[in-house]
């Protein structure tokens, strides 16, 4: 555990209830023993034995303490000092430095009516926003920035030229290209499906069995297969006529 260097902190231990516990201190940075053999007392009847340990020190130091009942020692580490006295040294030094100019009197640094004088924020808002555009042009100024965008009269202007005068709005003309790419996007299935029907139609068609088998122009590519049936329904036979076909 860690405490202040001129806190004074009970060390506790647990032993049997009754038993006679001594206590030897020792100061790390050096190995002296500050404590030797000193008496424990006992809290209440619970076992537990306390040490009221102080030192008074002017830097940081750690300690050892080992308890004994004669048996068997318990022990641990107390630090004193440290980043605790650090950070209250820094606070005090920083109130050192703000309280004498907390001190000083308003009146010697504003008057009332000085103070009553600075616009309010609407104020300040109404003399900037009325400015002229005109005279804040200079390159890299947010004045500049506001000036290069278009304004609404520009906006409808370029509108209108787009489109022309008795056309549609940009809002229709925008739906009809969605609706034209809608059908555009249709154009590879389309093709798939032109390019099936060149390849079905552009070969030898051949009987084999219960099937038909098409073939591409090249007359070796199969392109499609076919069941035959006959008109009960039921796969042709020798002795059948084809009555429909149905594609495998």
Not at 103 to 116: G, H, K, L, M, W
Not at 139 to 148: L, T
Not at 203 to 228: C, I, P, S
Request: proline share 1%; aromatic share 8%; with cysteine.
């Amino acid at each position: 555990m860690r405490y202040a260097k001129s806190e004074s902190t009970n060390i506790l231990a647990l032993f049997n209830s009754g038993d006679t516990v001594t206590i030897n201190v020792y100061r790390l940075s050096d190995n002296t023993k500050v404590v030797d053999g000193a008496s424990c007392s006992e809290v209440a009847e619970t076992g537990i034995f306390k040490y009221l340990f102080s030192q008074t020190i002017s830097q940081k130091e750690e300690y050892l303490w080992v308890m004994n009942n004669g048996e068997y020692s318990k022990y641990g580490k107390i630090v004193l000092s440290g980043w605790m006295d650090d950070t209250a040294d820094e606070i005090q030094n920083h109130r050192n430095m703000v309280e004498p100019k907390i001190d000083i009197t308003i009146s010697s640094r504003a008057s009332q009516e000085s103070v009553d004088a600075i616009p309010t924020a609407d104020e300040i808002a109404d003399v900037v926003w009325d400015e002229t555009t005109s005279d804040h042009t200079t390159s890299g100024s947010f004045g500049e920035e506001v000036q290069s965008h278009a304004t609404k009269t520009e906006l409808d202007q370029a509108e209108a030229n787009i489109r022309g005068v008795d056309s549609d709005s940009l809002k229709t003309l925008s739906d009809q290209i969605d609706s034209v790419k809608e059908q555009t996007d249709k154009i590879p299935t389309i093709q798939l499906d032109v390019s099936f029907i060149k390849d079905i139609e552009g070969g030898r068609w051949v009987l084999d069995g219960h099937q038909m088998v098409f073939y591409k122009e090249d007359n070796t590519t199969e392109v499609a297969r076919f069941d035959l049936y006959n008109k009960d329904g039921a796969l042709i036979s020798e002795e059948d006529d084809a009555y429909e076909r149905r594609r495998v």
